[in-house]
């Protein structure tokens, strides 16, 4: 009997089965919810740029209408910048939920305003929230044990085995063919929900597509691992429970166990500021720059902006461009710590990509994040535009203090905005 007749006997035989069909209908319903969770969550941040956008300039322009110069523009007016979720990103939601997605930031000094908001929280990202990706790292694993774990003993068990194995002209086949045809059916039923969401959402082909070969490639590492051990002389003298134990076992330690266990030996190996410290040291010297001689802003300040060095006369006790001069030398202090703490970051991330390999479940969902452009590189893309973006609008106000230019409501119409693409018709379609 060849295998092709093996997987059309199989597949009748599952159609039989109605704890197979009631066990694949509340897989598809819990990928369905997820796919759901995602896009709802998506649609939500979606939808709160577009609205925070809107209102950020309507209260800009408001502000800027009624300032009397630069200074006072610069130090009231915020700027939002925001990451915007790709088009694959309700399928694996990341470290979105860990890192900032969304800033409002003024021309004061960058750093506090940074990671005064930090929101890293590493015990979140062993689990994480219940979003596709969650799905196939997590539970899609115990749903092919599920499935699979008695594949042998249960026929043992049924005094069918001898019967089977001497009527299949290669029992290995029968086995084989019985898996496959399982976990297609499993397959179908974790991925229809996504090709639907995926459609809804307009995700690209090439996006799509590579999410369904990470769970297609996990599927098949799963089947095959719990083959393995269901063939082996241990397993033949083991019930189904016994089996069953021992692949949750080896589930718990790949799947948690081992996450865990490297996160903390990360945290141990790659040592690192935090936020706080960040924040605090930049907010010490500009707090204590109100007490310091002018000269010793101005010659911090110089030594990074040569070009102001016959601006820097002062008429008064205070003057804005003294002002933020101090805020950018307050950045400066904090700076090796912030690079200290981004390198540090990028360092733990590229450490975790490596012992990924030894959790596949880990591997999954760090490949699904990046993917979806929702990973710790997406991150700290983000934060790179963010400080961008703060050099632009320093640049743009810097020659209008130090000059004294006066103030002008139509020179500020060129005032840097922050960019990003939002694809507005995915909230239409998703919603419709």
């Not at 390198?343 to 999954?364: C, G, H, N, Q, V």
């Not at 490949?367 to 973006?389: G, H, K, N, V």
Request: proline fraction near 3%; include cysteine.
């Amino acid at each position: 009997m060849n295998i092709i007749s093996n997987l059309i006997r199989e597949a009748k035989f599952l159609t039989k089965q109605r704890y197979v069909l009631m066990f694949l209908g509340i897989v598809f319903f819990l990928a369905g919810f997820s796919v759901w969770s995602g896009i709802s969550e998506t649609q939500s941040q979606l939808t709160t740029i577009e609205r925070l956008l809107e209102k950020d300039a309507i209260d800009r322009n408001r502000v800027l209408e009624k300032q009397a110069d630069y200074g006072s523009a610069a130090y009231y007016s915020f700027h939002l910048t925001y990451s915007p979720p790709s088009d694959i990103a309700f399928a694996a939601m990341g470290q979105r939920d860990i890192y900032p997605w969304k800033h409002r930031i003024r021309m004061l000094a960058l750093e506090g305003q940074i990671y005064e908001t930090d929101a890293d929280n590493p015990e979140l990202s062993f689990l994480g929230k219940f979003d596709f990706a969650f799905l196939i790292s997590v539970l899609l694993p115990l749903f092919v044990i599920l499935l699979l774990h008695d594949i042998r003993s249960a026929e043992r068990e049924a005094g069918r085995y001898d019967l089977l194995i001497t009527t299949a002209r290669k029992q290995q086949r029968l086995w084989l063919s019985r898996a496959i045809v399982l976990c297609s059916a499993l397959a179908l039923a974790i991925l229809i929900p996504f090709v639907v969401g995926a459609w809804l959402f307009k995700a690209s082909l090439t996006s799509a597509g590579l999410i369904v070969l990470v769970v297609i490639a996990h599927l098949l590492f799963w089947m095959l691992l719990t083959l393995a051990y269901t063939a082996s002389k241990a397993a033949s003298k083991q019930s189904s429970a016994q089996t069953a134990s021992v692949l949750l076992a080896i589930w718990l330690s790949v799947s948690v166990l081992i996450p865990v266990a490297s996160d903390i030996a990360i945290e141990e190996m790659v040592q690192s500021p935090n936020g706080g410290e960040i924040v605090l040291t930049q907010r010490e010297f500009v707090n204590d720059a109100w007490d310091l001689p002018f000269a010793a802003t101005w010659e911090a300040f110089l030594a990074t902006h040569p070009q102001w060095q016959d601006s820097t006369q002062m008429d008064s006790q205070f003057e804005w461009k003294w002002y933020y001069a101090f805020q950018q030398v307050g950045d400066q202090k904090a700076g090796a710590l912030s690079q200290a703490y981004r390198d540090a970051t990028l360092e733990k991330d590229a450490w975790a990509s490596r012992l990924a390999f030894i959790s596949p479940p880990m591997l999954a969902q760090r490949l699904m994040s990046s993917i979806a452009d929702t990973d710790t590189q997406a991150a700290m893309r983000y934060e790179q535009q963010i400080r961008d973006y703060h050099q632009a609008l320093r640049q743009f106000y810097y020659p209008l203090l130090f000059n004294e230019t006066e103030y002008s409501v139509e020179k500020m119409s060129g005032l840097p905005q922050f960019t990003q693409p939002i694809n507005t018709s995915k909230n239409a379609k998703g919603n419709s």
